[in-house]
């Protein structure tokens, strides 16, 4: 029986793996590179990266690509500069937490792969935060206070919004791990977004909105940003799952897209207008941040 060209695939990528022609850390092939080289689909090249990702042997770095896993059961190295386990302070312990959320993700974040990065005991962190839960909150407290609101602080209420918003998307594409992580019923006690909320009510005081009102245009600046920016984690998820980028992955939706242009017609002319369309996350925030501003300026001016 003839072997599937998705397993003749990532058996000759574990052999490169195996004789050192591709070591921990380096960039393996793209999907659209190995549809080339083999001459397969590339539903048939994503497959193969999927099987590779799902044994460990690639993993995919945001910004950097689908990259050769550190051997399983290797123990972390400590990074270049880390001090001794007896000068561990909560500073150091969130920014190695904050280091592998961003490279792997927050459901990769373990008190264990924290300590490994500092070279350090898993129990000596207890000595610093109380859990994964707290170090979290931690964490989103210390990456928000990464990108400080402006010190004038502009004099409009719709100026001040839209610095506020402007600020918290900044932090959200350095730290996407975030989006996940700041629920809108369970607010995370951050001193530093305690300061966006400061920042707009004390703009919004002179609009004459009641307190609930005031409270809700808050919680919608909040929730549109964080909305939007959930989908920078989401795809970088769907990336590691599958290999695939969101280009590769439209590419492969050709079939579809005919069925919607027989289906739906309003749909296929603004596709046959459009042609080639970018779906930007910056340029959708941008947007939708200007028609959010242009809404509540409905409901405000009139005050």
């Known amino acids: 029986m003839e072997t599937p060209p998705h ?25 659209r590179q ?14 193969a990266l999927t099987l590779l990702a799902r ?22 190295k400590p990074r270049p500069g880390t001090t001794a386990e007896h000068e561990l302070t909560r500073r150091r312990v969130i920014g190695a937490a904050i280091e592998i959320a961003d490279a792997e993700g927050l ?14 005991a898993t129990m000596s962190l207890y000595r610093h935060v109380g859990g994964k839960d707290d170090l979290v909150m931690l964490m989103v407290d210390a990456a928000f206070a990464e990108f400080p609101l ?29 989006a996940g992580a700041t ?43 964080q909305g939007v920016a959930a989908h920078i984690e989401l795809e970088q998820q769907a990336r590691a799952a599958t290999g695939v980028t ?10 579809f897209l005919r069925g919607v242009k027989a289906t739906s017609p309003a749909f296929a002319g603004v596709l046959d207008e ?18 959010l501003l242009d809404g509540l300026t409905k409901l405000i001016e009139p005050h």
């Open 7 to 31: 397993a003749r695939i990532t058996a000759d990528i574990k052999q490169r793996v195996a004789d050192g022609r591709l070591r921990p850390g380096e960039r393996v092939p793209s999907t």
């Open 34 to 47: 190995l549809a080339r080289d083999w001459n397969v689909a590339l539903a048939t090249a994503a497959k």
């Open 55 to 76: 044994e460990g042997v690639v993993v995919a770095e945001p910004r950097v690509g689908t990259v050769v896993a550190e051997r399983p059961g290797t123990p972390a």
């Open 107 to 120: 459901s990769e974040l373990t008190m264990r792969a924290v300590a490994g990065r500092l070279g350090a």
């Open 150 to 178: 402006p010190a004038e602080r502009p004099e409009g209420w719709r100026e001040r919004l839209e610095s506020s918003a402007r600020v918290q998307w900044a932090a959200y594409r350095a730290h996407p791990w975030m």
């Open 183 to 225: 629920p809108l019923t369970r607010p995370v006690p951050s001193a530093a977004l305690l300061q966006h909320s400061e920042f707009v009510l004390e703009a919004l005081q002179a609009t004459g909105l009641d307190a609930g009102t005031r409270m809700y245009v808050v919680i919608l600046i909040y929730s549109f940003v």
């Open 246 to 255: 969101d280009e590769e992955w439209m590419t492969g939706q050709e079939e």
């Open 274 to 291: 459009l042609g080639e369309f970018d779906m930007d996350l910056d340029r959708l925030f941008t947007f939708g941040l200007e028609s």
